[in-house]
């Protein structure tokens, strides 16, 4: 009763995942990643050399996709959702640097967003769902009760990242960061299909100074406020 779709777009590295997940766990609605779908097709497409000297056999991937099956299971033991390519679990191995350098290539491929946004509008076909990306607002979801833009100054950003990595032992240089935040906005926002662009009713949330806690419950308050009318 009253359950809503939660629509959640914006900038590369403002914490969309986070915050759509904290969201998804306090309404007990399902999450779901639309990114990982991207990565899983571009995993699939290096492990099965449709990627040749950093070009990629559009055709072969065409025909290939139908072999392509994209899922998402619980982790019983961390109790996250965690991305399977063809019952294989492959979580991790998305989330590596082969994929992430690639991954935004095949996302501008027609015929990959075709199939992703239709399993996309399967998942939420009940509603109860939050989910994350860069045309879920727009094309996926472009009735979703609630729509937020997710946004955070480019600087503030690529400090997150740095911060992120230094902690994790990788040797990082700042400058270049940024400069990778700065070219994945202009490339998401450019690209001729599906780009990523402030839905006509999304609210901004700008969350350059605010906490996680902060912009949980800014969030929460809008849902909880929608799904009480929709109840009526
Ligand atoms: O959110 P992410 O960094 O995991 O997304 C990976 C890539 O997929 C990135 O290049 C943007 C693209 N993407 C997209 O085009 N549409 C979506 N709904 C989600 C992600």
């Not at 986070?18 to 990565?39: F, H, I, N, P, Q």
Request: charged share 30%.
């Amino acid at each position: 009763m009253g359950k809503i779709i939660i629509a959640i777009d914006g900038h590369s590295s403002c914490g969309k995942s986070t915050m759509a997940k904290m969201l998804a766990k306090e309404l007990g609605y399902l999450y779901l990643d639309s990114g990982a779908m991207y990565r899983a097709v571009t995993l699939y497409a290096l492990r099965n050399n449709l990627i040749d000297k950093g070009k990629l056999i559009y055709d072969k991937l065409i025909e290939q996709l139908p072999k392509i099956k994209i899922g998402f299971n619980k982790n019983l033991k961390t109790g996250k959702s965690e991305t399977y390519l063809n019952e294989e679990n492959v979580e991790d191995e998305i989330r590596q640097l082969p994929v992430s350098n690639f991954v935004s290539s095949i996302a501008t491929v027609a015929e990959v967003r075709k199939r992703m946004v239709k399993q996309q509008q399967l998942f939420g076909k009940d509603k109860g769902i939050v989910m994350d990306g860069r045309d879920i607002s727009t094309i996926v979801f472009p009735d979703a009760e609630l729509k937020i833009f997710m946004t955070a100054l480019p600087e503030i950003r690529a400090q997150r990242r740095f911060d992120e990595l230094k902690k994790k032992g990788s040797s990082v240089n700042f400058e270049e960061i940024l400069k990778n935040v700065k070219d994945r906005d202009k490339q998401d926002t450019n690209r001729k299909i599906s780009p990523l662009k402030i839905a006509p009713e999304a609210i901004i949330l700008d969350n350059s100074y605010l906490t996680r806690q902060e912009q949980l419950t800014w969030v929460l308050e809008k849902a909880n406020k929608i799904i009480k009318e929709n109840e009526c």
